[in-house]
């Protein structure tokens, strides 16, 4: 007998349900074998063939003074400048050198704008802009020797993010982020936070924590600085976690199923950060939810939770840490220094001094520091030169200038390097951020000579082509 209409259509709808669930189910296994293999073995635990050297510490907190903090009111004490201070700069060492704002005009030498003193066992030397630092003075090894290429704020820190200048290369986060992956796959293995307080507060661009050509998964994740940390963190009204879980799911399935017939590497980042922005959904109101903070640790920083202060985001750094994340970029913009410079340095420092000793005092007490590399500096210098807007200030120098390292493997109370007597050259063990980004790789437990991603027909790697090496002087 011929079957009814009402039959029929059921059937066909029966059939098309099993298919389309079928479909669905096939797509969410294709997923997970998918994920599994490579998007989220790629995600969370990293390249198969990384570390391929011993790894002597498992994260980076890149602690970013963006504008330029003058080195010769931090850590680089020179006594025959504070002599000269007022007279005209001698002429050999400017001669022919690459000067920003200051080209053309009369260069008269300025001292230093505070007074030095030696702290700690190994007797560093540290201004009196950073009282906390004398608590650390033997936690750290300051480079005082660094140089780099980029005399302007963009490009200066495209540099120092990206080992060069052109826009649309990975920085040094997604590098490691790509390589290493991140212990927890609930949180982005590369988070950004950022303050502001200070002189002119130059932008930072998004470009400065861009995948580049790697998976888009692995570039930086800014956490705002008040309100929700991620944007569309909540789930709107009416709508359950329970819910929320289903479209996730279903949008997974339809686009695994998709990606078995395409292996879209676009796609499959997708796919990744979909489950990614599900988790975070319950991970990341517990990272900033600090009211299991006790009230001392919240004094040892300065913090006031959710405030957005430099001393909020560096507890938030030690939570992130905490919680497996393996590259923390914190930048503090406000340290372009042209004028005033005394005024505005209090400013910089009283933001950011106190916080920056209790992440390393903090870290090192929870047993952190030994695992952990701190980094702390800006993109470039401050010139020896007076420069006149308002009071007294410097302009941008990239000859010579100083940054610290502290934590694993790091030789704690040196001073490494050395520039001339009026701190405008490197003179001693000059450290180019190429450099900095090899013994950084190396510490990680990555080989930056090996480390490469072929693209644009090249072996791409953060080092770049040209020689870069492991300060093995700084390691212990």
Same mark, same amino acid.
């Given at each position: 007998?011929?079957?009814?209409?009402?039959?029929?259509?059921?059937?066909?709808?029966?059939?098309?349900?099993?298919?389309?669930?079928?479909?669905?189910?096939?797509?969410?296994?294709?997923?997970?074998?998918?994920?599994?293999?490579?998007?989220?073995?790629?995600?969370?635990?990293?390249?198969?063939?990384?570390?391929?050297?011993?790894?002597?510490?498992?994260?980076?907190?890149?602690?970013?003074?963006?504008?330029? =903090?003058?080195?010769?009111?931090?850590?680089?004490?020179?006594?025959?400048?504070?002599?000269?201070?007022?007279? =005209?700069?001698?002429?050999?060492?400017?001669?022919?050198?690459?000067?920003?704002?200051?080209?053309?005009?009369?260069?008269?030498?300025?001292?230093?704008?505070?007074?030095?003193?030696?702290?700690?066992?190994?007797?560093?030397?540290?201004?009196?802009?950073?009282?906390?630092?004398?608590?650390?003075?033997?936690?750290?090894?300051?480079?005082?020797?660094?140089?780099?290429?980029?005399?302007?704020?963009?490009?200066?820190?495209?540099?120092?993010?990206? $080992?060069? %200048?052109?826009?649309?290369? =990975?920085?040094?986060?997604?590098?490691?982020?790509?390589?290493? $992956?991140?212990?927890?796959?609930?949180?982005?293995?590369?988070?950004?936070?950022?303050?502001?307080?200070?002189?002119?507060?130059?932008?930072?661009?998004?470009?400065?924590?861009?995948?580049?050509?790697?998976?888009?998964?692995?570039?930086?994740?800014?956490?705002?600085?008040?309100?929700?940390?991620?944007?569309?963190?909540?789930?709107?009204?009416?709508?359950?976690?329970?819910?929320?879980?289903?479209?996730?799911?279903? %949008?997974?399935?339809?686009?695994?199923?998709?990606?078995?017939?395409?292996?879209?590497?676009?796609?499959?980042?997708?796919?990744?950060?979909?489950?990614?922005?599900?988790?975070?959904?319950?991970?990341?109101?517990?990272?900033?939810?600090?009211?299991?903070?006790?009230?001392?640790?919240?004094?040892?920083?300065?913090?006031?939770?959710?405030?957005?202060?430099?001393?909020?985001?560096?507890?938030?750094?030690?939570?992130?840490?905490?919680?497996?994340?393996?590259?923390?970029?914190?930048?503090?913009? $406000?340290?372009?220094?042209? $004028?005033?410079?005394?005024?505005?340095?209090?400013?910089?420092?009283?933001?950011?001094?106190?916080?920056?000793?209790?992440?390393?005092?903090?870290?090192?007490?929870?047993?952190?520091?030994?695992?952990?590399?701190? %980094?702390?500096?800006?993109?470039?210098?401050?010139?020896?030169?007076?420069?006149?807007?308002?009071?007294?200030?410097?302009?941008?120098?990239?000859?010579?200038?100083?940054?610290? %390292?502290?934590?694993?493997?790091?030789?704690?109370?040196?001073?490494?390097?050395?520039?001339?007597?009026?701190?405008?050259?490197?003179?001693?063990?000059?450290?180019?951020?190429?450099?900095?980004?090899?013994?950084?790789?190396?510490?990680?437990?990555?080989?930056?000579?090996?480390?490469?991603?072929?693209?644009?027909?090249?072996?791409?790697?953060?080092?770049?082509?040209?020689?870069?090496?492991?300060?093995?002087?700084?390691?212990?």
């Amino acid at each position: 007998m011929k079957e009814s209409l009402p039959s029929s259509i059921g059937r066909q709808l029966c059939r098309r349900t099993f298919l389309a669930q079928s479909g669905l189910g096939l797509g969410s296994a294709a997923l997970a074998t998918m994920l599994g293999s490579e998007t989220h073995a790629a995600s969370s635990i990293g390249l198969p063939t990384l570390p391929n050297l011993p790894q002597k510490v498992k994260r980076v907190i890149f602690l970013c003074m963006a504008g330029g =903090p003058s080195h010769l009111e931090t850590f680089d004490y020179k006594p025959t400048l504070e002599k000269i201070n007022g007279q =005209p700069m001698p002429v050999s060492y400017t001669q022919g050198q690459q000067i920003a704002q200051l080209q053309g005009q009369e260069l008269i030498a300025q001292g230093p704008m505070t007074r030095f003193g030696r702290y700690g066992q190994s007797g560093q030397y540290i201004s009196d802009f950073f009282p906390y630092h004398r608590q650390i003075a033997d936690e750290i090894c300051v480079i005082r020797s660094m140089v780099t290429e980029q005399i302007n704020h963009d490009p200066a820190h495209t540099f120092m993010n990206t $080992g060069t %200048v052109i826009s649309g290369r =990975p920085s040094m986060g997604a590098w490691i982020n790509y390589g290493l $992956g991140c212990e927890n796959q609930s949180l982005p293995g590369f988070v950004v936070l950022v303050s502001v307080g200070g002189r002119s507060p130059q932008p930072i661009a998004s470009r400065q924590w861009s995948a580049g050509f790697l998976p888009s998964q692995f570039q930086g994740v800014p956490f705002n600085s008040s309100g929700d940390p991620v944007h569309y963190i909540k789930n709107p009204p009416g709508v359950s976690g329970d819910m929320q879980r289903r479209v996730v799911d279903s %949008v997974l399935a339809l686009d695994g199923h998709r990606q078995e017939h395409l292996h879209d590497p676009d796609l499959a980042a997708r796919l990744a950060a979909y489950e990614t922005a599900f988790r975070m959904q319950t991970s990341v109101p517990e990272l900033v939810d600090m009211s299991d903070e006790p009230q001392h640790v919240l004094d040892l920083y300065g913090a006031v939770p959710g405030d957005g202060s430099y001393a909020s985001n560096c507890l938030l750094a030690r939570r992130l840490a905490e919680r497996g994340v393996r590259f923390i970029h914190l930048y503090h913009r $406000g340290w372009d220094h042209h $004028g005033d410079l005394v005024q505005h340095m209090n400013t910089c420092s009283g933001l950011t001094d106190k916080a920056t000793a209790a992440l390393v005092l903090d870290l090192k007490q929870r047993g952190m520091l030994a695992d952990t590399l701190i %980094v702390w500096g800006g993109e470039f210098g401050r010139t020896p030169m007076f420069q006149g807007k308002g009071g007294p200030g410097r302009d941008h120098h990239i000859k010579g200038f100083s940054m610290w %390292v502290a934590g694993g493997n790091i030789r704690p109370g040196i001073s490494y390097g050395a520039t001339d007597e009026l701190g405008y050259n490197a003179v001693e063990n000059p450290v180019h951020v190429r450099d900095l980004h090899a013994t950084m790789l190396h510490l990680l437990g990555i080989d930056h000579k090996h480390f490469t991603v072929k693209f644009q027909g090249l072996d791409m790697r953060l080092t770049g082509v040209e020689e870069a090496r492991v300060i093995h002087d700084l390691l212990s």
